[in-house]
């Protein structure tokens, strides 16, 4: 065969590509058949498999040779395996996106008007026509000069939109260098001149030979060469979620981008980079973004204005109709909407998928911002009004002059002078630096984190990881070393409490025991010569299965001699190890046509299905139950109790007699095993564990361990890590048992049954990967304690995907951990250390903390110069600060000073505190002392200065200056002071817990100490040689020590304010809270629940909209409401998509529910009680997963329930699932005691001492059910 199609390569090579036996347009053709198509198509032009290699110079056994010069040529003709990434935004388009805010926009027009009327100059007869405010102060010079103040305007808006663009440069620079540090990280192996090697993914190429195992991420498109029990998740490419199973004689395609649930095997590389499947589909949606993003926003933006005009008329309708529908949890559709409204939503809903979702603290700032700044926008417009009104009244009524036609531009530039100081005010008022400090923060921790060995994948998991209150961590290669070894063994009826000497064991026993051991491993799985002299050999491959290599090792056994004579190809099926298995078996085919199968695995399980036992001589004697238990208390126990990991290693012959066994029945097969040997593997907890858990419980973060080891062992390696402690009343289960205790008669998951678990659950031993699910999900949604828990998984299999996806935070391993496994986490452990997810919640905590700092100083700024500007403009008709001062302040609070506030170093102390949870309020009460402290000392210097410093000074007052008057000492003196306020009050703000010493490592610092340093170096220049375009005047040295003297003793007022107690301030309240679920209004959650991400920002701004027509529409709503329900007979079909919002108004609910009788009738509706259960794809047998959405539920967890307001983190409980109310003598909780939970190993409830927690409808008591049911 080869032979024949090797002649035809030689025919063919000339009109072939690059003298390889097949083009790349054959190749990829080929790789877009299925089954038996494809099957069909290599036999049909290559023979078979075999054949293809031969034509791609490659063998299926030794793969490429690996000369440079062939790899080289490889990628020439085959293309390289990289798919080109999208083009990162230049600078001049983040400086256009800089351009686009609204409030840079209506300052740039009013500096442009400014501009031009400086230019127009009245006849000189008539200027006293106009008024005295326009009096003839101004000599031919100062009229000149008119145009500065726009001009300045002008280039300060520059110099702001320049700074913003460079920072979001230099932020997508770093997300650039992350993204690829995250792909040179990811490795592969191949077979090159016969030795398996692992390279970069990037340099694989076609014709390479790739072993592919369990959990990995298949790199390129390939063809089966040979498999072992190979099972293909390709739900990413085909949106099937079923399991594909890949053989040679059914379906040997394999496509990249999709995940190997079990199994083993090689592949053929065939197809890489864009000629691969995923590159394929990634130069489609490139190319179709391209054409047509730039018409289509255009089109769009009309569209969408025109649609906000017609919108507006119906919007209010609409909107409220929306809502009432929700009311009654009957979310059916009640009108086509008109087709517009749709490809708006459609479009509008596409951008924002684009947009990530934000976190927790981004929610809580943007809602804080849009709060501010809405009080900015009605203090500027105030300012304006007042202005006007006075200019108006003064000149016409007061000297009451006629409006004189050569007067109206000299008017207009008053009035455009009042205008630009509005517009100042909101300038300083909204603090657009807020989302940048976030920005700033997060960029710089996931820098240094990386040092911690903390690769972080999702920027806010990051902040997240601050509020852990739980982390739920594997037990092996995270809290373990992942270095395992056999240190004991019962094997020929002996307990051998160290390794046995070789001759000890009978010899019959030991080819066995060897023969299995090296044959019922992945031949992946290798110990290596150590890399240094004298140290310990590498272990390469599963950590379970080296420890038994090294264990034949130590019985003076070569095993890779055993593998060499049997090579991987000879063995005759493999089952490989799986989560719902728990062992691993191989088939041996003898040469007189009978069978011998190897197994290993958990040894209580093993153990079940053997049936004979090896004795010391070499017979097999019969293994009954009574021995079984004998065995279990006098060897397992005894080692699971030292912490050590026990495995079962036996074997089954199948005589020819019996003729070949169906394979497929695992049942059968898998029984009347003869057991060999127990061995117990350690594996010793890394030495920095105990302390870092240490670290946790002082931090308030509960640490449990879920592991599908023996729940003696689990517990054994939880004492000795500090989990348990002795003398706990702490729970230790496992998984079968979980699953009894949480589910009701039915089987289904009732949360309220996990709610009495969780908080004393310590360790969850012998789990599957559901129940970690399980675990995490019932702890995420549980309303128990006061405190919504926020949780953090670790995870190394692929199948811990759904509890990584699931969790807030979840940390993959980087040196154990599958691809599938990190492609759902949001952090990548390096290391694999359970001591740097220590490190990521101290640097989360500093997140939180540096944004609280930056709002402390920021909200400071803001209060006191909207004040100043607003009274000085009352009073004096004209801002003390002038626009382009006000710009300068800007700049120096936003920019510079998120900069320096958001890049503090952390410290332990940080670890010292409880977290703060969802719910905390971003301004705490000790902040909102400083905040109000710091304004009112702030502005009882500046007004002494404005009203009374040109007496204390001893200078000419700089109140009442005409248009176009030369700057005055008085207002720089203001200005001066101002600003030398705010960058001492900036070292103050560097704590906020109230600390005395703020000057506390500061010199850790240096970018802090350089912005203070550099704010000041400028401040000086701007006074001194700033002149009109700053309308400053330089100051005498008295003076400026004046200045800084008042700006140094706002840090002896911070002394002062910090010796107040906080309690003793009643009135003082936090703000800042996050979203609410029950905030926010139902029509965006059903909006959203099309989303998979939430943009706060916008959803506030569309908020604002909504809310005018809320009040107009109430009545029509109701009427809406009533002709709705009463044609409701069309909507018999329609599922209900959305649960019962607590947030809907009383009234709609009330309209509502007099028409609910009406609704009875139609069957199609899902009550909102067959909600009460969790788990929605678990609870109801029927509810298959193809029927819904394409995304499989389990890993991407996308089910209606978690479209709450953001995704990952909402920012309170999850889902108010409706459940029946429970009786009376429900447990109360008490504020944030972990432990103290109902136990619950008693049926009976009890309630615990500690009753004066509870609120009046407490989380758990039937007033809360019913309130939740409605």
């Given at each position: 065969m080869a032979n024949n199609s090797y002649s035809g390569v030689k025919n063919s090579t000339a009109n072939h590509h690059g003298d390889f036996g097949c083009s790349l347009k054959d190749l990829r053709s080929l790789m877009e058949l299925r089954g038996a198509e494809a099957i069909g198509k290599i036999g049909e032009s290559y023979g078979d498999v075999q054949g293809l290699c031969t034509r791609l110079k490659t063998s299926p056994v030794d793969g490429l040779s690996g000369q440079p010069a062939d790899i080289d040529k490889r990628?020439?003709?085959?293309?390289?395996?990289?798919?080109?990434?999208?083009?990162?935004?230049?600078?001049?388009?983040?400086?256009?996106?800089?351009?686009?805010?609204?409030?840079?926009?209506?300052?740039?027009?009013?500096?442009?008007?400014?501009?031009?009327?400086s230019f127009y100059r009245p006849p000189d007869a008539e200027r006293e026509h106009c008024g005295s405010a326009a009096g003839g102060v101004e000599d031919d010079g100062e009229a000149e000069a008119g145009w500065i103040e726009g001009a300045a305007i002008l280039l300060s808006v520059v110099c702001v939109v320049l700074v913003t663009a460079f920072n979001d440069w230099s932020k997508e620079k770093q997300f650039r260098g992350l993204q690829s540090r995250i792909e040179q990280e990811q490795?592969?192996?191949?077979?090159?001149?016969?030795?398996?090697?692992?390279?970069?993914?990037?340099?694989?190429?076609?014709?390479?030979?790739?072993?592919?195992?369990?959990?990995?991420?298949?790199?390129?498109?390939?063809?089966?060469?040979?498999?072992?029990?190979?099972?293909?998740?390709?739900?990413?490419?085909?949106?099937?979620?079923?399991?594909?199973?890949?053989?040679?004689?059914?379906?040997?395609?394999?496509?990249?981008?999709?995940?190997?649930?079990?199994?083993?095997?090689?592949?053929?590389?065939?197809?890489?980079?864009e000629n691969s499947q995923t590159g394929i589909i990634f130069a489609l949606l490139g190319a179709s973004e391209e054409d047509d993003d730039d018409e289509e926003e255009k089109e769009a933006k009309k569209k969408e204005k025109k649609e906000k005009k017609e919108k507006k008329k119906q919007d209010g309708a609409a909107e409220n109709r929306k809502k009432a529908k929700a009311a009654d949890g009957a979310a059916m559709e009640m009108q086509p909407l008109n087709s517009d409204e749709v490809d708006i939503d459609e479009k509008r809903k596409s951008n924002l998928k684009e947009k990530k979702e934000k976190s927790v603290l981004q929610g809580k700032l943007t809602k804080l911002a849009v709060q501010i700044g809405k009080a900015g926008l009605v203090m500027s417009a105030i300012t304006v009004i007042i202005l006007v009104v006075l200019f108006v009244v003064d000149t016409f009524w007061v000297q009451g002059l006629p409006w004189h036609k050569d007067c109206t531009p000299i008017y207009i530039q008053f009035f455009v002078k009042f205008f630009i100081i509005g517009v100042t005010v909101l300038v300083v008022a909204v603090p657009e630096?807020?989302?940048?400090?976030?920005?700033?923060?997060?960029?710089?921790?996931?820098?240094?984190?990386?040092?911690?060995?903390?690769?972080?994948?999702?920027?806010?998991?990051?902040?997240?990881?601050?509020?852990?209150?739980?982390?739920?961590?594997?037990?092996?290669?995270t809290l373990t070393m992942n270095r395992m070894t056999v240190v004991q063994a019962y094997v020929a009826d002996k307990h051998y409490r160290n390794v046995p000497e070789p001759q000890l064991i009978p010899a019959a026993i030991m080819d066995i025991l060897v023969l299995g051991i090296s044959v019922n491993s992945a031949y992946t799985t290798n110990i290596m010569s150590p890399e240094k002299e004298g140290g310990l050999p590498r272990q390469v491959g599963n950590k379970t299965e080296c420890a038994l290599l090294g264990f034949a090792n130590d019985l003076k056994r070569d095993y890779q001699a055993i593998r060499n004579e049997i090579p991987e190809e000879k063995l005759y099926k493999v089952y490989t190890f799986n989560s719902c298995r728990k062992s691993m078996s191989t088939v041996l085919k003898n040469a007189d046509g009978s069978f011998r199968m190897f197994s290993k695995g958990a040894s209580e399980i093993l153990l079940k299905k053997c049936s004979k036992l090896l004795t010391a001589s070499g017979e097999t004697k019969v293994f009954r139950p009574r021995d079984r238990e004998d065995m279990v208390k006098k060897v397992i126990e005894p080692m699971a109790s030292e912490g050590l990991r026990t495995i079962c290693l036996a074997y089954r012959d199948f005589p020819v007699s019996e003729g070949e066994p169906d394979w497929d029945q695992e049942n059968d097969i898998l029984t009347s095993l003869t057991c060999v040997c127990v061995v117990g593997i350690e594996d010793p907890v890394r030495p920095e564990v105990p302390d870092a858990i240490k670290k946790c419980q002082r931090a308030g973060i509960t640490v449990r361990m879920v592991t599908?080891?023996?729940?003696?062992?689990?517990?054994?390696?939880?004492?000795?890590?500090?989990?348990?402690?002795?003398?706990?009343?702490?729970?230790?289960?496992?998984?079968?048992?979980?699953?009894?205790?949480?589910?009701?008669?039915?089987?289904?998951?009732?949360?309220?049954?996990?709610?009495?678990?969780?908080?004393?659950?310590?360790?969850?031993?012998r789990s599957s990967p559901t129940d970690k699910h399980t675990l995490v999900k019932g702890i995420i949604d549980s309303t128990v304690l006061e405190q919504r828990q926020v949780v953090a998984v670790t995870g190394d299999g692929t199948n811990d995907g759904p509890a990584l996806k699931?969790?807030?935070?979840?940390?993959?391993?980087?040196?154990?951990?599958?691809?599938?496994?990190?492609?759902?986490?949001?952090?990548?452990?390096?290391?694999?250390?359970?001591?740097?997810?220590?490190?990521?919640?101290?640097?989360?905590?500093?997140?939180?903390?540096?944004?609280?700092?930056?709002?402390?100083?920021?909200?400071?700024?803001?209060?006191?110069?909207?004040?100043?500007?607003?009274?000085?403009?009352?009073?004096?008709?004209?801002?003390?600060?002038?626009?382009?001062?006000?710009?300068?302040?800007?700049?120096?609070?936003?920019?510079?000073?998120s900069l320096a506030l958001a890049t503090e170093p952390p410290t332990e102390s940080l670890l010292l505190r409880k977290p703060y949870g969802r719910n905390k309020p971003l301004i705490s009460r000790t902040m909102m002392k400083n905040i109000l402290g710091h304004g009112v000392y702030q502005l009882i210097i500046i007004f002494t200065l404005l009203f009374v410093g040109e007496q204390i000074f001893d200078i000419d007052s700089g109140r009442y200056a005409p248009l176009h008057s030369p700057p005055s000492e008085h207002y720089t003196i203001i200005f001066n002071t101002f600003v030398l306020l705010q960058l001492f009050n900036e070292i103050n703000a560097r704590k906020i817990h109230g600390e005395r010493n703020v000057f506390d490592g500061i010199f850790n610092n240096l970018i802090f100490c350089s912005i203070v340093f550099g704010t000041f170096i400028i401040q000086i220049v701007i006074v001194q040689w700033g002149g009109k375009p700053f309308s400053c005047v330089g100051l005498s040295i008295d003076q400026w020590l004046w200045c800084t003297f008042l700006g140094f003793s706002s840090l002896l007022w911070g002394q002062l304010i910090s010796s107040i107690p906080t309690k003793s301030l009643r009135f003082l309240k936090s703000a800042g809270h996050g979203t609410q679920r029950q905030e926010i209004p139902d029509e965006e959650l059903e909006d959203m629940e099309e989303m998979e991400e939430i943009d706060h920002a916008e959803r506030e701004l569309r908020r604002g909209q909504i809310l005018w027509f809320r009040g107009l529409n109430r009545i029509q709503t109701q009427m809406d409401v009533v002709s709705a329900f009463q044609s409701g007979s069309s909507f018999q079909e329609r599922q209900l998509r959305r649960q019962p919002s607590t947030s809907s108004q009383q009234h709609?609910?009330?309209?509502?529910?007099?028409?609910?009788?009406?609704?009875?009738?139609?069957?199609?509706?899902?009550?909102?009680?067959?909600?009460?259960?969790?788990?929605?794809?678990?609870?109801?047998?029927?509810?298959?997963?193809?029927?819904?959405?394409?995304?499989?539920?389990?890993?991407?967890?996308?089910?209606?329930?978690?479209?709450?307001?953001?995704?990952?983190?909402?920012?309170?409980?999850?889902?108010?699932?409706?459940?029946?109310?429970?009786?009376?003598?429900?447990?109360t909780p008490s504020p944030n005691q972990n432990n103290n939970a109902v136990d619950s190993g008693n049926n009976h409830l009890y309630v615990e001492g500690n009753k004066a927690a509870g609120t009046p409808s407490a989380p758990g008591s039937p007033l809360h059910s019913l309130e939740t049911s409605l």
């Open positions: 990628k020439e003709v085959f293309g390289q395996n990289l798919i080109p990434p999208k083009k990162p935004k230049t600078f001049l388009q983040l400086v256009w996106e800089a351009l686009q805010d609204v409030t840079l926009i209506i300052l740039e027009v009013a500096a442009i008007v400014s501009l031009g009327l490795k592969f192996a191949v077979v090159r001149g016969g030795q398996v090697i692992q390279i970069p993914v990037a340099e694989i190429v076609v014709g390479d030979v790739a072993q592919i195992k369990y959990g990995d991420l298949l790199p390129s498109d390939g063809i089966l060469i040979q498999g072992n029990d190979l099972k293909i998740d390709e739900s990413s490419l085909t949106g099937e979620s079923d399991h594909v199973k890949k053989t040679l004689e059914r379906d040997p395609m394999l496509l990249s981008g999709t995940h190997v649930m079990e199994g083993s095997g090689k592949m053929l590389v065939t197809a890489v980079g630096g807020l989302p940048l400090a976030v920005t700033i923060s997060l960029a710089y921790s996931v820098k240094k984190m990386m040092k911690d060995n903390n690769l972080v994948r999702h920027l806010d998991a990051c902040e997240t990881m601050g509020n852990a209150t739980a982390i739920c961590s594997d037990k092996t290669g599908g080891d023996n729940i003696n062992t689990a517990r054994a390696i939880a004492t000795k890590c500090g989990i348990l402690q002795p003398g706990d009343e702490f729970l230790c289960m496992e998984g079968k048992e979980f699953n009894r205790r949480i589910r009701n008669e039915k089987g289904e998951i009732e949360q309220e049954r996990i709610d009495k678990i969780w908080p004393k659950l310590r360790v969850l031993a699931k969790a807030d935070v979840g940390f993959a391993m980087g040196i154990a951990g599958t691809d599938v496994a990190k492609e759902a986490s949001d952090i990548i452990l390096t290391d694999d250390n359970f001591s740097s997810i220590v490190k990521a919640v101290m640097w989360g905590r500093n997140v939180y903390d540096s944004i609280s700092k930056f709002l402390q100083f920021q909200l400071t700024v803001n209060v006191v110069a909207v004040i100043v500007a607003f009274t000085g403009a009352c009073i004096t008709q004209d801002s003390p600060l002038k626009a382009v001062q006000m710009l300068w302040v800007n700049l120096i609070m936003d920019t510079f000073a709609d609910i009330r309209v509502v529910n007099a028409f609910r009788s009406s609704l009875s009738p139609y069957e199609g509706l899902e009550k909102p009680e067959s909600r009460s259960s969790i788990h929605n794809f678990m609870t109801h047998p029927e509810f298959r997963i193809e029927d819904s959405e394409p995304s499989i539920p389990l890993i991407d967890d996308t089910d209606a329930e978690d479209d709450a307001p953001t995704k990952r983190n909402s920012a309170s409980p999850r889902n108010v699932t409706p459940t029946p109310p429970s009786p009376p003598l429900s447990p």
